[in-house]
DNA sequence: CGTATATCAGGTGCACTGAGATTT
DNA sequence: CAAATCTCAGTGGACCTGATATAC
């Protein structure tokens, strides 16, 4: 029984890409289930920590989450305590999101998480190579997202 | 309104790679429904290519499509006439899917649609460059196709 | 007026799970 | 019997669209 992946798709990056963010969400998504968060969650808790208090449509933008599904990521973060939401009294078309204290716990130990996974998913390549594999993508993510 | 993404997230490979996966997505995934197709087929058609006809369960193993997921493709392919589904004479709980004329002109037509992605979706990199992304990515996704 | 914001309802592609029927 | 194959029904997370109400 032979399972050798096609060379041809072993040779495509865009294939190679969606394959290893398919093993990233395995184990990323396992380890934040069980801290009863998700991907929206984290990015969402990061931006409000290092940008500070934003309306939902700039959470949205930064974290490139779309507006529908940042409203429901908020809704779950307000409920368990880490976000608070209030409408801004300059522009009351606005809610301003503030990250609470019990927030900023929970965002130290999807850190955590999230650094064992960096370690599970890469484990073959050395630090430097990673260094590579970052930078390369990098400027491929903010190509695409200046064309918007 | 500032629209920076958290610089922890670009300096994270594992969200570098998700958001590199949705921009390949939108632009393959755009080709390709255009042409009626989809992921799952282009790597079913280009398997059958290779090592020729096989069992549905060899064909998911070398794809990494779930055998669930392979039925219905290939529903999907023998419809359009792409591929010959006949039940394997020496063990009949198999089928022997076997790739038509049709199937392979059809693989040529993607396979067109694919290398256009790759220069839309990796232009800012080099050849050079390409090919550093393309060892990496393929040292990490051969390391985690062996553990299962 | 047009634009931006927040919200809600739904749709899709993709990966996956569980169960059943058949054959080896 | 156990194990493998094929099939079907359904789940779930992530991404996206369209429509509505409100405020600027």
Redesign the interface.
Known sequence: ?????????????????????????R??GAAFAAAEAS?YHY?LL??L???GPASQA?LG????IDRSDVVAALNELSTAGYVDREIDPDDRRRNIITLTAAGRRQLERLDRF?EA??EE?????SAA??G???R??????????QAD
Chains 1, 2 share one sequence.
């Open positions: 029984m032979d399972e050798r992946a096609p060379g041809r798709l072993l040779a495509t990056p865009s294939w190679l890409v969606g394959q290893t963010a398919v093993q990233s969400r184990i990323i991907g990015r990061l931006s920590a290092e940008f700039t933008r930064r974290t490139g999230v996974a960096q998913l890469f484990a073959p390549l190579e990673r590579q594999l970052t390369l993508l990098a400027r491929v993510v903010e190509h695409h997202a």
